[in-house]
């Protein structure tokens, strides 16, 4: 089981930027999603999780600006990012997110952001 992001890029500050997670498996819908990022010299957290069902949970800072949905028959889980901060510069990833569970990490999405 592994996964692979795409979709960062460089963009000015309250641009946008749509993230892509495509994961293999054929248990994928049935898993809690969770999109990550790690700033530089920074630990890596949690963004935004979707259950199987699409129960969403937000961290504070990105609440409103970004949304975390899914495609099952894809295997594939989007983060649709706007009116981006330079704060949001990070390495963007996904992984299940639940405790115990983690699959092998890809290499992320680097998303960047201009003032």
């Known amino acids: 089981v592994k996964v692979v992001e795409s979709g960062g890029g460089l963009v000015q500050s309250g641009g946008s930027l749509r993230l892509s997670c495509a994961a293999s498996?054929?248990?994928?819908?049935?898993?809690?999603m969770g999109w990550y990022r790690r700033a530089p010299g920074k630990q890596r957290d949690v963004v935004a999780t979707i259950t199987r069902n699409g129960t969403t949970k937000y961290v504070d800072s990105v609440k409103g600006r970004f949304t975390i949905s899914r495609d099952n028959a894809k295997n594939t889980v989007y983060l649709q990012m706007n009116n981006l901060k330079p704060r949001d510069t990070a390495v963007y990833y996904c992984?299940?997110?639940?405790?115990?569970?983690?699959?092998?990490w890809g290499q992320g999405t680097q998303v960047t952001v201009s003032t």
């Open positions: 498996g054929s248990r994928f819908s049935i898993y809690t």
């Open positions: 992984n299940r997110a639940e405790i115990g569970a983690t699959m092998p």
